[in-house]
Every structure is written in C-alpha cells, then in structure tokens.
C-alpha cells in the first residue's frame, strides 16, 4: 500500500512538471495555497519523489515559476551510473510575468523550513560592489539522508537569466553506486 502511493505521488510529479501547469503570474512571494504534505513514516531517506515534490512546493508557494523540463530532464532521465540519478531538481526562471528576485528566495528558504528541512550551511553570499545588492545567493539544507542546495542567480542583463533553483542529493543512493556526492 504506501509503495503504491509513493508511486502515485511520483507520477503526480512527473505529469505536473511535464504540462508546466499552474503556471504563477502573481506578483506576490507568498501564496498559501500549497499545503505541507505530511512526512512519511520512519527514520530512512525522504522517497526521491517526495524531495521533488517539496522542491516544487517550496518554489510555487514562493511565486517562483514553473521547473524548465530542459533542467529537471537531467535528473529524471540519468543513466544508472550517473550521480544526476541521485538528486533531484527545479530551475524556476523569471520571465515577462513573474520576477524572481531575493524577496521570493527567501520565501522558498522559508517554506523549505515549513517542510522540515534545515540548514546545514552559512549563506554564500556574493554583492554587487557598486549597488550592494545581492546577485548570488547559496544556502544549504538537510533532511533525512539528503542534503539540499538551494540558490538564486540574478541575470546578467536585469530580469533575463535570473532563476531560483533546488538541487537536492541523496547521501545513501551516491554511497551506495559508489559515486562522490559534491559538497554542499
């Protein structure tokens, strides 16, 4: 029975992310309207599809839009021998409708912690030396057997290229084909 329902909570997932449905125009960095879903039972790893779940959830309750399909088809579509098969990951990007920007990294740092994950690094940091204003951001979490990099690129021509993206790793799955996980 719950491998059944991780299964359906997966494929859940994987249809949203490949429709791009609920697409976010709003121009708000918090919406309440996505729910924290419970944790599984037990002590052991997150499931995969329950991180990339939270990964999503985090970034629509942000505002943040939709995960490129080129970004996440990495993860989901890696060969059994690749590192990529041991992560997960969303890239909302900003576009004519919805900014993204430090106040919407913040929230999806916020919701993270709403879902259980906590931080497990200091903030890299990096200021444009002219304005002050933050152009990089870099904050790491854990939960359960994965660490989590979360990280916010402001685009070098104003709103074109700026994103907010999660990359999660799980620690067990890289030990276990014997791979490197990267440091957070």
Known sequence: MRKTKWAAIAV?????????????????TDNASVPVAPRPEGTGPLPK????????DAATAAGVPDN?????????????????TCGAAFAGFA?????????????VLRELR?????????????????????????????????RLVVEYWEGVEGAAGTKISL???????MK?????????
Do not use: H
């Open 167 to 173: 990359i999660g790793i799980d620690d067990a799955c």
């Open 49 to 56: 599809a329950f991180v990339i779940t939270d990964l999503a």
């Open 12 to 28: 859940t997932v994987i249809g949203l992310g490949a429709t791009s449905c609920g697409t976010n125009t709003a121009s708000t």
């Open 114 to 146: 709403k879902r259980g994950w906590t931080p497990a690094q200091k903030r890299e940091e990096r200021k444009n030396k002219t304005t002050g204003e933050t152009f990089n951001a870099k904050d790491g979490f854990e939960q359960r057997g994965w």
């Open 68 to 84: 490129a399909p080129e970004y996440a088809r990495g993860y989901a579509e890696a060969p059994a021998d690749s590192r990529l």
């Open 176 to 184: 276990a084909n014997g791979l490197k996980a990267p440091t957070t």
């Open 95 to 107: 576009d004519e409708t919805t900014k993204v920007d430090m106040a919407r990294y913040e929230t």
